[in-house]
């Protein structure tokens, strides 16, 4: 078995250092997102996990804060994407939990299916993370986090999309079977980028089930928040087994998270949604375009900077 990678969080006199992995033989085998300051902190990243949940209860896309932030800390890119998966899984479930009620006979008879898909692409989208080497993740970084944000620009239309054929489409409370075979493949392919990033995943999720004949958006909802929550539960599972994740900073992170997310609640209901999304589709793009090259994005917004003063 390999040995952990629980690691202390520093004081602030050491806020300036990466994680340091030399003491540990697996977590040396992760080298650091290097090219970056390293800004690891707990108060940083208590208050990253604070926004990212906020963001997500808002609008969604919380990871654009919270994975670029445990890299910032230092933690190498795999182990902080496994320790971000720890850090929002909670809310996932929380959210099943609130739609416990609102299953359909059509939305139950799909859910036992997708569940047992969902477990078996989960677990495999996790290995195929942890078999990934470190170097080549990090090229797909920026990469994931572009495609995430597009799925995330885009997430609006393809919404409106549902709720239109939810509100235009005859249910018989089934579906042909030739198209569930289809969907439970395409359901194995989303399982298994959630067990390997999984950011921008509810708007696929959402998108195969109006595929798959369902028209009760709060149903939907329903059905996505557990299929998800049960991918990252196992992939987290993968994770623990692997010890990849980083438990310190996943649990100051959770913490932050979870108050975020119940205070989002509040915040959802004084600000428009609209604005918060195009923040988040700013953030996106922002940590994309660093993460492919950080050194032509710090030159841009250090001209900036001097232009503004």
Not at 27 to 41: E, F, G, Q
Not at 51 to 59: F, I, Q, R, Y
Not at 169 to 181: E, Q, Y
């Amino acid at each position: 078995m390999p040995k952990s990678y629980t690691k202390e969080i520093p004081t602030s006199s050491q806020s300036n250092r990466s994680v340091n992995t030399d003491d540990n033989p697996r977590l040396s085998r992760y080298p650091s997102a290097l090219h970056i300051p390293h800004i690891n902190h707990p108060i940083f990243l208590f208050f990253a996990a604070l926004l990212g949940g906020t963001v997500n209860s808002v609008a969604g896309g919380g990871s654009f804060i919270s994975f670029p932030a445990l890299l910032f800390a230092g933690i190498p890119p795999i182990p902080a994407n496994a320790t971000n998966t720890v850090a929002l899984w909670p809310g996932t479930v929380a959210s099943s939990i609130a739609y416990r009620n609102a299953f359909t006979p059509h939305a139950r008879r799909l859910l036992w299916p997708l569940f047992v898909v969902a477990i078996i692409g989960g677990i495999l989208g996790a290995i195929i993370l942890l078999r990934t080497p470190p170097a080549t993740f990090m090229h797909l970084v920026p990469w994931l986090l572009l495609i995430a944000t597009l799925l995330f620009v885009f997430s609006g239309r393809m919404t409106a999309w549902v709720r239109t054929r939810a509100g235009h489409t005859a249910v018989d409370d089934k579906t042909p079977r030739g198209l569930f075979l289809v969907g439970l493949v395409l359901q194995l392919i989303i399982a298994m980028y959630v067990g390997y990033f999984g950011a921008g995943t509810g708007i696929l999720m959402l998108s195969l089930l109006a595929l798959l004949g369902m028209d009760d958006i709060h149903a939907m909802n329903g059905v996505k928040t557990v299929v998800v929550s049960v991918a990252n539960g196992v992939a987290i599972v993968t994770f623990i087994w692997a010890r990849v994740i980083v438990w310190p900073q996943a649990l100051l992170m959770t913490a932050g998270a979870a108050a975020g997310g119940y205070g989002g609640a509040y915040v959802a209901q004084k600000m428009n949604p609209q604005h918060v999304r195009w923040l988040v589709i700013a953030i996106g793009f922002a940590m994309a375009a660093y993460f492919f090259d950080p050194s032509a994005f710090k030159f841009v917004f250090g001209r900036i900077f001097r232009i503004a003063q």
